[in-house]
């Protein structure tokens, strides 16, 4: 997989948890909070400079990310990562099969 497309990849997974996130505890499609963090989310990812390597941020060495949207994308992870796999059942298997082989590897 190229460069560009992980970075891709990385930042529709990341909005659709995002939105997922938002539709049940804000009750809309994406508040102006939960743009704001995806917006967020999306200059980190594009600045990476562990993207060829790296699998997720939470196993990545170096946290990019400031303390408060730190602990908002691990509430937002903690929330919707289970609730994938009845949303966007491929896009979870696929994150799934990535975390087993993150964690084989180490």
Not at 51 to 80: D, L, N, P
């Amino acid at each position: 997989m190229q460069l560009s497309e992980k970075r891709q990849q990385e930042k529709e997974i990341i909005r659709f948890m995002i939105a997922l996130y938002c539709k049940k505890k804000h009750k809309q499609n994406m508040c102006s909070e939960c743009q704001t963090l995806y917006e967020y989310a999306c200059k980190r990812i594009d600045v990476c400079p562990f993207m060829e390597t790296k699998t997720f941020c939470s196993s990545c060495k170096v946290h990019c990310y400031g303390k408060e949207q730190r602990e908002k994308i691990r509430e937002v992870m903690r929330f919707s990562g289970p609730r994938m796999i009845f949303y966007h059942p491929i896009m979870a298997i696929r994150h799934m099969m990535n975390t087993i082989k993150n964690k084989r590897s180490k």
